[in-house]
C-alpha cells in the first residue's frame, strides 16, 4: 500500500521540475523539432540509465535534452 501523501508530494515535485523545464526551454532558441524530440524520447524510454524522468549518466533531464536540437545522447543512442 502506498503512502497517499508521499504520491502526491511526487507529483507536485514533478509538476515543478516539467514547468522549470518548460521556463528554461523558452528561453533557448535552438528546440529540436518536435518529431525528432518525441524520437529521442521514446529511445530514453528504453535505456537503462533513465531514472525519474532523468539520465543518470549525464544527468540532465531527459525532456530538456531531448528538446534541444544541439544535444547529443552521452552514450551515443541518439
Known amino acids: ?37 518525441e524520437k529521442r524520447l521514446i529511445i530514453y524510454d528504453s535505456c537503462h540509465f ?3 524522468q532523468t539520465c543518470i549518466k549525464c544527468g540532465c533531464y531527459a525532456m530538456f535534452r531531448a528538446s534541444l536540437e544541439y544535444k547529443k545522447c552521452p552514450i551515443d543512442k541518439w
Open 1 to 37: 500500500m502506498s503512502c497517499k501523501t508521499c504520491e502526491r508530494l511526487e507529483a507536485l515535485a514533478s509538476q515543478d521540475v516539467l514547468e522549470s523545464i518548460e521556463e528554461q526551454l523558452s528561453l533557448e532558441t535552438d528546440l529540436a523539432s518536435n518529431e525528432l524530440k
Open 50 to 52: 533513465f531514472q525519474n
